[in-house]
């Protein structure tokens, strides 16, 4: 019983520790987005300000057309999620349940890619849509992003377990492959493509690097590279970046809060991390 | 005056009866042709190595219910994917009817299959399911769903239409599972282990429900099972398959009575048949079989239940009371089980009444009944007591007798 409460205490410990050390940088972020701009750089750092500086959120928002940059980023995280979504379901199916030449070479062949780093994509990407007059466009921010061979493997695991019997009850009830898709096998892994969605969602919405190295206007920037308005050769002005910041990620925390179940769900049901 | 009324009335209740049985059969086989199903000389290897069937032929007769009964890895469920069109043939032809189905798919030949999982759609309730099949077939909203209501009331499950299959019982999937199959009228329906993850109360109560369903309907239905009790209790006729080939095709009780060989003997009856090597206890037998079965015999077959004692005034095969030792004997309820050893094996008889048994350990004397005694040849098939071939074709529908 004792040793039972011991090694209980020690988990909530753990987690705790845990929870604090990821909690930290969200609070430090709240915090100087209420300070003035000599108490960001004071030493020893305060954690609750003197008083309070809600001005820096106006400031910060009129500081750059963040207005543009929200409805871009929104525009480029509906349609890429969207599309991926399609061709993710579409690549699982084909995986998971149809014959074809050369499936299982073509698959080792996509799960090798996972092995690439998200790095080295960046330069012959860049070439290639450059090549096609992309760039500083809304093609560039979405089409790469299109299909993701983490969602297609995810997703077929989903799909490897729901029964053949199913698909061979389908299939002499008169259904095609695609209804079958549609009707059956979309509505059993909810769960898992609303993982993947949500996933897509979040990493779209957060993406920085490659947005900024693939627009230069402010028509097409989005959210996280407006963030580098605040950013000069003079310095940082730490408490309108943190202030501007907050706004950027509170949709996803929302999103977040409200759809936790399904991203855990998805994440273990796969055995994978994103 | 009053016997006329009650003559009446009687044959008014015949009437009714008839009309009722009549509406029925129409009702359920509205639009669906009753058709046999032929194999010839049909094969399939998978990897173009092993034969899992190897040039199988035979004839499932119309509106009946035929078992695939054997032990697994027989060939069964491969025999219920090629009738159904979810396998195809390496070799052989497939006759729905008189029309060839070989080269057709799953759809096209319109069998209804229910599945071992049952394989209800889990998002969709009961109704729906069950009418699914017709909405693919684009029938009219309005027709599917009375006629899926009536599915469901055939198969007694219509208190349960917009439940999810999760939320029903194992019994009450099952029944959904075969009205979905009947959704479609389909010329035969095809179950493939449906009882087998059933409790064993709820496995006999549902086989009797199939075997209710199948007559009611009258569709042609091929029932697959390892089960050779549930064989017994369900089937109009029994194929009982071993490594891929055809041991017997007849009705239980003849496949019960006459076993054409040792495999079909040892298979069906429980307990198991008991076997002795023929030449330990050859002598006993000069008096009863021919002198080419003396020579030519190499195993003896008894029933349990044709072990009687000595003194039973049932007829006996005309041999001298034979002596065993008995070993050990038990009483179950109404059964006893007695084990004896005799020409040197360990047999088991159930045919003994408590008075009737010795002591452990000294000898017991004992007959043997004329049925259910059997001398098989070195190859395994049976050449005592001879009678009419019967695993040339199976019986005509007329021939069949059901217990």
Not at chain 2, 62 to 88: V, Y
Not at chain 2, 198 to 221: H, N, P, S, Y
């Amino acid at each position: 019983m004792t040793k039972k409460r011991i090694s209980q205490a020690l988990l909530i410990i753990i987690l705790t520790l845990g929870a604090i050390t990821m909690l930290v940088p969200f609070i430090w972020m709240l915090s100087t987005a209420l300070k003035t701009a000599p108490e960001t750089v004071r030493v020893p750092p305060t954690w609750i300000p003197k008083h309070l500086q809600w001005q820096n959120f106006v400031t910060a928002w009129h500081a750059a057309p963040f207005l543009t940059y929200f409805i871009n980023s929104l525009i480029v995280t509906t349609v890429t999620t969207i599309g991926q979504l399609f061709t993710t379901i579409l690549a699982a199916f084909a995986f998971s349940r149809l014959n074809f030449y050369g499936k299982n070479f073509l698959f080792a062949l996509f799960l090798s890619t996972m092995m690439v780093p998200g790095e080295m994509l960046i330069i012959p990407n860049f070439v290639t849509l450059s090549k096609f007059s992309l760039i500083n466009t809304f093609g560039a921010l979405i089409i790469p992003w299109l299909a993701s061979f983490f969602a297609v493997f995810t997703l077929r695991q989903t799909f490897n377990a729901i029964p053949n019997e199913l698909y061979y009850a389908a299939k002499l009830d008169g259904s095609s492959d695609w209804h079958f898709l549609w009707t059956m096998m979309v509505p059993l892994s909810k769960s898992a493509i609303t993982a993947i969605g949500i996933l897509e969602v979040i990493g779209s919405w957060n993406s920085f690097m490659w947005p900024l190295i693939v627009t230069n206007t402010a028509k097409v920037r989005t959210l996280p590279v407006g963030l580098n308005a605040f950013t000069s050769d003079a310095g940082t002005q730490f408490q309108l970046l943190m202030a501007a910041s907050t706004f950027v990620i509170l949709p996803m925390i929302i999103v977040y809060l409200c759809l936790q179940k399904y991203i855990i769900a998805g994440i273990s049901k796969s055995g994978l991390k994103g | 005056m009053s016997k006329r009324r009650q003559y009446n009335n009687l044959s008014a209740q015949i009437f009714l009866v008839h009309a009722f049985q009549y509406l029925l059969t129409i009702q359920f086989t509205k639009g669906c042709l009753i058709v046999d199903v032929k194999f010839q000389n049909v094969s399939l290897a998978y990897d173009n190595v092993n034969n899992i069937l190897n040039n199988i032929s035979f004839t499932i007769p119309e509106g009946q219910l035929t078992c695939l009964l054997g032990p697994s890895g027989c060939g069964k469920s491969t025999t219920l994917n090629l009738i159904s069109g979810l396998l195809s043939p390496t070799g052989g032809q497939i006759f729905f009817g008189d029309q060839n189905v070989t080269k057709k798919d799953a759809l096209a030949r319109k069998v209804g299959m229910v599945f071992q999982n049952y394989a209800l759609y889990p998002h969709m309730s009961v109704l729906d399911n069950i009418c699914f099949p017709m909405k693919m077939a684009k029938v009219k909203k309005a027709d599917r769903l009375k006629r899926g209501r009536e599915l469901a009331a055939l198969v007694h499950v219509e208190t349960e239409l917009s439940k999810k299959p999760s939320e029903l019982s194992g019994g009450q999937q099952q029944r959904v599972a075969i009205a979905r199959a009947l959704a479609k009228s389909p010329s035969i329906l095809l179950l493939d282990e449906p009882l087998s993850n059933l409790d064993a109360r709820l496995r006999v109560e549902m086989r009797e429900e199939i075997r209710r369903i199948q007559k009611e309907t009258g569709v042609t239905t091929v029932f697959v099972t390892h089960d050779q009790e549930e064989a017994i209790h369900i089937a109009d006729q029994i194929m009982v398959l071993n490594e891929g080939k055809i041991q017997q095709f007849t009705t239980p009780n003849r496949l019960y009575d006459q076993p054409d060989n040792l495999f079909v003997a040892k298979f069906i009856g429980s307990p198991i048949i008991n076997t002795i090597p023929f030449a330990n206890v050859r002598d006993d037998f000069k008096t009863v079989v021919p002198t080419s079965v003396l020579s030519d015999g190499t195993t003896v077959a008894i029933r349990a239940e044709s072990i009687v004692p000595a003194t039973d005034p049932h007829d006996h095969l005309t041999m001298l009371p034979l002596t065993g030792t008995q070993v050990q004997s038990n009483r179950f309820g109404r059964e006893t089980s007695l084990s004896l050893n005799y020409g040197g094996h360990t047999i088991i008889a159930d045919g003994f009444r408590e008075q009737d048994l010795g002591r452990n350990g000294k000898s017991l004397q004992f007959a043997l009944r004329p049925q259910g005694v059997f001398v098989f040849n070195q190859s395994g098939n049976r050449i005592w007591p001879e009678t009419v071939a019967t695993n040339v074709s199976p019986l005509k529908p007329t021939e069949v007798i059901h217990a």
